[in-house]
């Protein structure tokens, strides 16, 4: 049988994004998407991460990841590159374990969003040209390098062009279609020959063959811009991807109904309660129109609430919306309602925050947790909204059913 390793290189000094690598992307640590896209390949055989950071290696093997060793301290510095990180992972587990996988393949964090076939994709091409020392992921560039300059001399001084093309006098002058077609190295995937790495001291070698990636696939996150920016594209996207979790139901194309839950989601799931035991909690005006929008467009929204708090009342009354309260099990109220209205479940959304709303989702078309939600709604659903419960959530997924209207 053939060994494939995937490696992915995780330290713990990220100085862009501080504990970037088990920073929550989208409902999961960030690793465990590259962590997925070893265990649900076909060919990787054995998945590791070369972490220096013990809370990092717990994220790791929480999602199915070996850490066979902890990467020494000097091999994990600002500028340490890759190839001293997979030459120690090669030696170490030669040297400890009599190991020696026949590819190595890199799986970067920073890199998420991967197409489902990638890796496979990537090691079938290095196994079908043994002449190849690697493979690695590239897309169309999106900037052409014969359009660019140097300046030598500086500012004040003559350009130079970046880039010559045999045949093409002026390539700057050149229409972009006469120009040879360009590629960037994208992060997603390097299917690596060991050799390549312990005897060439490279990470790819002298032959390196190409995967073709979709370009809508491109993600490199190095700052909270970029994480924003990604974290909209994996929601509204459209992309078929690696993902750690169960595969995420997209919005529905029409929307006839919207349950809420109250506490953790209308409010922020605090309550303040003076000396006669008279509670009181906190509400978003900005939800409040949202779901005034929302019903004036003809969609209904029913707030179902474990919650016995005569405050859901007042509030939901506040609203002029139906409620239903004191429900320890959601799902019958859920189905009810949507039998009384007559619409198809797959077209009503439920947005919920905390344990006892999961039950929900499977009943709904499209599950919604606030950004605040437990870590488990986060990950078991279809969809995370940016907000906070209480804070504008309920405004968040009021304005994201009247775009599609």
Known sequence: MTEILAIIP?????????????????????????IAAGLKSELVTRVIVSTDDDEIAEVAREYGAEIPFMRP???AEDNTTDLPVYIHALEWLAENED???????????????????????????????????????????GQNPHKMWRLPDGENAAMQNLLNVEGIAEPF???????????????????????????????????????????????????????????WIIKFGKLNFVSPGIAR????ATVKALFLDFDGVLTDNR?????????????????????????????????????????VAARCKKMDIPYVQGVDDKTGI????????????????????????LPAFPLVGWGVAVADAHPEVLQKADFVLSKNGGHGAVREICDLILERM
């Not at 995780?10 to 590259?34: C, E, M, Q, T, V």
């Not at 120009?179 to 490279?202: C, M, N, V």
């Not at 509670?279 to 969609?299: H, Q, Y």
Request: proline share 10%; hydrophobic share 40%.
């Open 271 to 311: 309550v303040w309660t003076d000396e006669t035991g008279r509670e009181t909690v906190a509400a978003s005006r900005g939800d409040g129109f949202g779901i005034a929008m929302l019903k004036k467009a003809g969609v209904p929204v029913i707030v179902v609430s474990k919650e016995r708090n005569p405050v």
């Open 99 to 141: 190991y020696h996988p026949d590819i190595v393949v890199q799986l970067r964090p920073t890199s998420p969003i991967r197409p489902v076939d990638c890796v496979d994709d990537a090691i079938k091409i290095l196994l079908a040209h043994p002449e190849a020392d690697s493979v690695r992921g590239v897309v169309p560039a």
């Open 173 to 231: 002058n050149a229409p972009r279609q006469s120009l040879p077609p360009i590629f960037w190295q994208t992060g997603h995937i390097d299917a690596i020959r060991p050799r390549a790495i312990l005897e060439k001291k490279s990470m790819t070698g002298d032959v390196i063959f190409p995967l073709m990636i979709d370009p809508d696939y491109t993600v490199d996150i190095d700052n909270l811009s970029d994480w924003a920016k990604y974290e």
């Open 73 to 75: 301290s000097v091999f």
């Open 10 to 34: 995780a330290r713990g000094g990220s100085k862009g994004i501080p504990r970037k690598n088990i920073r929550n992307f989208d409902g999961y640590p960030l690793i465990a998407y590259s």
């Open 249 to 252: 139901r997209p919005m529905p």
């Open 334 to 357: 859920i189905k009810g309602e949507q039998a009384k209205l007559g619409v198809d479940p797959a077209e009503t959304i439920f947005v919920g925050n905390d344990l006892n709303d």
